[in-house]
């Protein structure tokens, strides 16, 4: 048995009694494929990040299934066939959960360390045995700052750590658009980790976790 988080936005004419109804026919065709619905979760109106068919907010209903392969397949082809759903999306979540507990497991049997990532970086002190006045990755500081590179030693000694493994978040949500909205600067392009610091693992599940949010009109893709 697999697990499945499954979103659909429907479209703001519906009545809320109209939703009701089409959230318990979801239910029938989902225990008619031999799975079962774990949760419900309706979320109301919303305001959509972009206009989608004219509409400017829409319900948003988040559901959790456990079912194999044919439940998703069927309730996906049944959101096609739907006129008022505007847009859906279905994630497998069991294998992302599994993989997070594994991870917290490993940091915890290695002693609050990051499971990944050496502890030197992000701390303060002088890491791993160079001498101060060294840069990371570049050597001594004063060979690069000659007559015209003296801005690249800020940008070279900026201080950056992975938000995602400071606060020891192992699976980053799509739908949490706050969250996600902090690394989609001005123009609407997902923030290089360059830049962010985020490690290379996370920047991976963040860019996933924007595309899926996009898709879902949770942030938008460009701003205006
Ligand atoms: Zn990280």
Same mark, same amino acid.
Request: glycine share 8%; net charge positive; charged share 30%.
């Given at each position: 048995?697999?697990?499945?988080?499954?979103?659909?936005?429907?479209?703001?004419?519906?009545?809320? !009694?109209?939703?009701?109804?089409?959230? $318990?026919?979801?239910?029938?065709?989902?225990? &008619?494929?031999?799975?079962?619905?774990?949760?419900? !979760?309706?979320?109301? %109106?919303?305001?959509?990040?972009?206009?989608?068919?004219?509409?400017?907010?829409?319900?948003?209903?988040?559901?959790?299934?456990?079912?194999?392969?044919?439940?998703?397949?069927?309730?996906?082809?049944?959101?096609?066939?739907?006129?008022?759903?505007?847009?859906?999306?279905?994630?497998?979540?069991?294998?992302?959960?599994?993989? $997070?507990?594994?991870? %917290?497991?490993? +940091?915890?049997?290695?002693? &609050?360390?990051?499971?990944?990532?050496?502890?030197?970086?992000?701390?303060?002190?002088?890491?791993?045995?160079?001498?101060?006045?060294?840069?990371?990755?570049?050597?001594?500081? !004063?060979? +690069?700052?000659?007559?015209?590179?003296?801005?690249?030693?800020?940008?070279?000694?900026?201080?950056?750590?992975?938000?995602?493994?400071?606060?020891?978040?192992?699976?980053?949500?799509?739908?949490? &658009?706050?969250?996600?909205?902090?690394?989609?600067?001005?123009?609407?392009?997902?923030?290089?980790?360059?830049?962010?610091?985020?490690?290379?693992?996370?920047?991976?599940?963040?860019? !996933? $976790?924007?595309?899926?949010? +996009?898709?879902?009109?949770?942030?938008?893709?460009?701003?205006?």
């Amino acid at each position: 048995m697999r697990n499945y988080e499954v979103v659909f936005v429907a479209a703001p004419t519906l009545t809320g !009694e109209e939703l009701d109804a089409f959230i $318990a026919h979801v239910h029938s065709v989902v225990e &008619g494929k031999n799975g079962k619905v774990l949760k419900v !979760e309706n979320w109301g %109106k919303r305001t959509l990040a972009y206009r989608i068919r004219k509409f400017r907010d829409a319900y948003y209903v988040v559901l959790s299934i456990e079912g194999d392969g044919a439940v998703i397949a069927e309730l996906e082809r049944r959101f096609r066939v739907t006129d008022s759903i505007i847009r859906f999306l279905s994630v497998r979540i069991d294998q992302d959960m599994k993989r $997070a507990e594994k991870i %917290k497991a490993a +940091r915890q049997s290695s002693g &609050g360390r990051c499971a990944r990532g050496r502890p030197g970086i992000t701390s303060t002190g002088p890491g791993r045995g160079r001498p101060a006045g060294f840069s990371r990755a570049r050597g001594p500081i !004063e060979t +690069r700052s000659g007559n015209m590179a003296v801005p690249r030693r800020f940008t070279v000694r900026r201080k950056r750590v992975c938000k995602f493994c400071a606060e020891k978040i192992t699976f980053i949500d799509y739908k949490d &658009g706050k969250l996600l909205s902090h690394f989609i600067p001005e123009r609407g392009k997902i923030l290089p980790r360059r830049i962010s610091g985020v490690c290379s693992i996370h920047q991976r599940q963040l860019s !996933e $976790a924007i595309k899926r949010a +996009r898709h879902l009109a949770i942030i938008p893709f460009v701003s205006d």
